[in-house]
Structure formats: C-alpha cells, structure tokens
C-alpha cells in the first residue's frame, strides 16, 4: 500500500523557517515525480512546487519562488520542503503527494497533510 | 498562469440527482485536466485524469468529459457518500492551477 506520511509542522513567526518532511513507502519513489499542494483553512488547493525523480527539474509557484526549496533523498525514500522568510500568507495544511503520467500529470496519492501556522 | 474558473461554488442537490460540476480554462490544455473529491478533513481523491479517464477503484458513476477548454465533471446518480467537495485542476503547464472549488451538500 502507497503511503505517505508528512511531518515538521507547526507554529512559526513571520520570517522564520520550517522544514517539512514526506515518509514515502509502498512505491518505488525514486521512479516518480512528487509535489507539494497547500491548503489554507477553510480555502481551496493551491499546488506548491514539483520535483523530478533525480532532483534535476523544480518547479516553484511564483509567490514561493527564492523562499522555499524542494528537494529528496531517494536512499531515505523521503521528500522535503524547505520554507524561509515565512509570511502569515503561507499558513497552509502542506501535502506531499506523488506524481503519476498517463496522457497527462496527476496527482495521487496525497497524504495526510502537516499544519503550517505563520503567526506572531 | 492559467486561470481554472469552476463553478457552480455550491450545488445543492438530492441523493439520486444527476449532477454536474464545470470547469474552463482560461487558455488549450490539450485534456490535461483532473478531478479530485475531498470529503471535510481528509486529504484530496484523484476521481478523473486526463479528461475523462476513470481513476482506478473509482465508482462508473463518475465520469469527465471535455469540450474545448470546458470541462465537465457529471456523477449520474448521487450517493450519500458523494457529499463532498471537487476541484479541477489543469497540468498542462507550472504553475499547475486549481479551480476554486465546488461543494456539493444535501
């Protein structure tokens, strides 16, 4: 069974950093593209940033380009989120999820999800 | 970036209703276009890929179809456990862009 298990979550001052972590098990990760989706209490999905199977291609959404960085560790089967310079803005439930290609990207499966608050 | 504009934002309906949820997009992409289900408090459900692929173990009263840069999401006869909310979303491009969502309630 795919399972993906998110983790590093939590309450952070504007302009701090978190880094959030993705446990993946049950696929072979290092085959498949994975990314990162938010969403904002009580809001809609908002994809995040995607990363290659060998780390050689990201991709950022413009309002997180030069302060979060995607990257992972294929011997560790996990993924992660490097988030800098915080804003009350990215206070978000984080998802990890994978990638999947037939005639077209999706995503799925997604995980549970890590809270990020950004709050003074 | 490519806008996804979904609509209805809230549909109201019976069990037993056909219903049906679109989405445009604001620019071609060529049926890069999937359907997702989230219920309150779990993660997203990939229901529909590329258009109109049915996700495996997802139920045949899903179904997508595509018309242009309309998209249309229709479940042909509503069950309790489809109360829920859907989003498109377009992978054609990055950023991959989400419609605002539709929620189906009774």
């Known amino acids: 069974e795919v399972q993906l298990v998110e983790s590093g979550g939590g309450l952070v001052q504007p302009g701090g950093s978190l880094r959030l972590s993705c446990a993946a098990s049950g696929f072979s990760f290092s085959d498949y593209w994975m990314t990162w989706v938010r969403q904002a209490p009580g809001e809609g999905l908002e994809w995040v940033a995607n990363?290659?199977?060998?780390?050689?291609?990201?991709y950022f959404l413009g309002s997180v380009k030069g302060r979060f960085t995607i990257s992972r560790d294929n011997a560790k089967n996990s993924l992660y989120l490097e988030m800098n310079s915080l804003r009350v803005e990215d206070t978000a439930l984080y998802y990890c999820?994978?990638?999947?290609?037939?005639?077209?990207?999706?995503?799925?499966?997604w995980g549970q999800g890590t809270l990020v608050t950004v709050s003074s | 970036d490519i806008q996804m504009t979904q609509s209805p934002f809230l549909l109201s309906a019976s069990v037993g209703d056909r219903v049906t949820i679109t989405c445009r997009a604001s620019?071609?992409?060529?049926?890069?276009l999937n359907w997702y289900q989230q219920k309150p408090g779990r993660a997203p459900k990939l229901l529909i890929y590329a258009a109109s692929s049915l996700q495996s173990g997802v139920p045949s009263r899903f179904s997508g179809s595509e018309s242009g840069t309309d998209f249309t999401l229709t479940i042909s006869s509503l069950q309790p456990e489809d109360f829920a909310s859907y989003y498109c979303?377009?992978?054609?491009?990055?950023?991959?862009?989400f419609g605002q969502g539709t929620k189906v309630e009774i």
């Open positions: 999820a994978r990638v999947g290609y037939r005639n077209g990207w999706f995503v799925d499966p």
């Open positions: 620019q071609s992409i060529s049926s890069r």
């Open positions: 990363i290659k199977q060998d780390g050689s291609e990201k």
């Open positions: 979303q377009q992978s054609y491009s990055a950023p991959w862009t």
